[in-house]
């Protein structure tokens, strides 16, 4: 049974940071590219960050240069650091993964979710 369980959430200041972390198990972690989606109300899920099992990252612009993927193959987890976060950056964000060296940006091509962590940035 796959599971991916975030971690990391939190309320925040604008400007400050977190750090989020995705825990696998359940599949061979490192033949996955793993995704980090966030979700506003009442927008749709958009990929953020995206890392393949050959450690190549898209960053839509919208967060480059802020925002950062990372993997450790041995602890089957993948990580979101995210700096110099804004109001407009307040999602629940979820962790994904699919079986391919493409780094997909639409949802539907993930094979697998985790149930999401609640990033609030206060002004």
């Known amino acids: 049974q796959v599971q991916l369980v975030e971690s990391g959430g939190g309320l925040v200041q604008a400007g400050g940071s977190l750090r989020l972390s995705c825990a696998a198990s359940?599949?061979?972690?490192?033949?996955?590219?793993m995704g980090w989606f966030r979700q506003a109300p009442g927008k749709e899920r958009e990929l953020v960050a995206g890392i393949n099992y050959r450690g190549s990252t898209y960053y839509p612009d919208s967060v480059k240069g802020r925002f950062t993927i990372s993997r450790d193959n041995a602890k089957n987890t993948v990580y979101l650091q995210m700096n110099s976060l804004k109001p407009e950056d307040t999602a629940v964000y979820y962790c994904a993964a699919d079986r391919s060296i493409i780094i997909f940006t639409t949802t539907h091509q993930y094979d697998y979710w985790g149930q999401g962590t609640q990033v609030t940035v206060s002004s």
């Open positions: 359940g599949l061979t972690f490192n033949r996955y590219a």
